[in-house]
């Protein structure tokens, strides 16, 4: 049961959300069944989600997995990229995908953030959320961690990767 996994998840990483109780998480997992499918989706496809801080009531869950998801690589990041694509296009896209479950794309700071709790994609990188100004122009911006850095790199909307995937974070 998910709920479970998260509990274990949970107390095996205290320094990612030190101060927050256990109780106080399952309580609102309990109260949110759409949440707990979305976190059960973000297991499935490899993200190990976990709590990594607070908004206000809601307790903040992101994937945390040491790499971007397998389940949600090779996938350009938006719908609009995916149409645009004529040439070998991928299977989908992060954001739909991100929309479908009901979860957000990480943001550059929730990201930074994140790094702050770990090291992750070391050899994988994650689209995350782009401005408009950006995304009209056709780019979209990436993450990864090399060399004890975060780099923000862009790149084509619709280009996709094997080792590229999307980070999501749901708030309960």
């Known amino acids: 049961m998910i709920i479970e996994t998260l509990k274990t998840r949970f107390e095996s990483n205290i320094p990612r959300h030190a101060g927050l109780r256990w109780v106080e998480v399952e309580a609102r997992l309990i109260a949110d069944p759409d949440a707990l499918s979305a976190l059960e989706w973000m297991e499935e496809t490899g993200g190990e989600p976990d709590v990594i801080g607070r908004n206000g009531e809601c307790f903040i869950f992101a994937d945390c997995s040491a790499e971007s998801p397998s389940g949600?690589?090779?996938?350009?990041?938006d719908e609009a990229a995916l149409k645009a694509r004529k040439k070998n296009p991928p299977t989908g896209s992060a954001e739909e995908q991100a929309k479908r479950y009901?979860?957000?794309?990480?943001?550059?700071?929730?990201y930074r953030h994140l790094q702050t709790l770990g090291e992750f994609d070391i050899k994988t990188s994650c689209w995350i959320l782009t401005p408009e100004p950006i995304r009209s122009l056709g780019?979209?911006?990436?993450?990864?961690?090399?060399?004890?850095?975060?780099?923000?790199?862009?790149?084509?909307?619709d280009s996709y990767y094997g080792v590229r995937g999307w980070r999501g974070v749901i708030e309960v």
Not at 72 to 77: A, E, F, I, P, T
Not at 105 to 110: G, K
């Open 102 to 110: 009901g979860i957000s794309l990480m943001s550059e700071e929730q």
């Open 72 to 77: 949600r690589r090779s996938l350009c990041y």
């Open 139 to 157: 780019g979209a911006l990436f993450c990864e961690r090399r060399y004890g850095r975060v780099f923000v790199f862009h790149n084509g909307a």
